[in-house]
C-alpha cells in the first residue's frame, strides 16, 4: 500500500497556439486603408474611417503612419486613376 496518492499517467493538454499568442505580448499588425474604399454613395468618408481605426487601436499602440500613393483602372471610364491611401502598423 502506498502512503502518497499515486503520479497522475495523464498529462494536462497543452495550450492551443491561439491562446498562448494572446497572452502573449501584443504583435505588430499592419493596416492598409486605401481612399477608394472609403467612398460611399458618392460621399468620401476616408477621415472618418482612418479617425475610427485609430481610435479604436489607440495612440499609445500606433508605431507608424506613412501615405500611400497607387493607381487603378476606373472600369466606368477605362482611365489609370491616381489615389492615395494610409499605411498604418501598430501592436494588436
Known amino acids: 500500500m502506498r502512503e502518497t496518492p499515486a503520479p497522475s499517467l495523464i498529462e494536462k493538454p497543452k495550450k492551443p497556439l491561439d491562446a498562448a499568442a494572446k497572452e502573449m505580448d501584443k504583435s505588430i499588425r499592419v493596416r492598409c ?3 477608394q474604399e472609403c467612398i460611399e454613395v458618392g460621399h468620401d468618408r476616408f ?3 482612418v ?3 485609430l481610435q479604436k487601436v489607440g495612440e499609445a ?3 507608424n503612419l506613412c501615405t ?3 493607381s487603378y483602372v476606373d472600369m466606368g471610364s ?3 486613376l491616381n489615389d492615395f491611401g494610409i499605411l498604418i502598423t501598430y501592436r494588436g
Open 78 to 80: 477605362r482611365q489609370i
Open 47 to 49: 477621415e472618418e474611417i
Open 68 to 70: 500611400v500613393n497607387y
Open 51 to 53: 479617425t475610427a481605426f
Open 61 to 63: 499602440n500606433v508605431i
Open 33 to 35: 486603408i486605401r481612399r
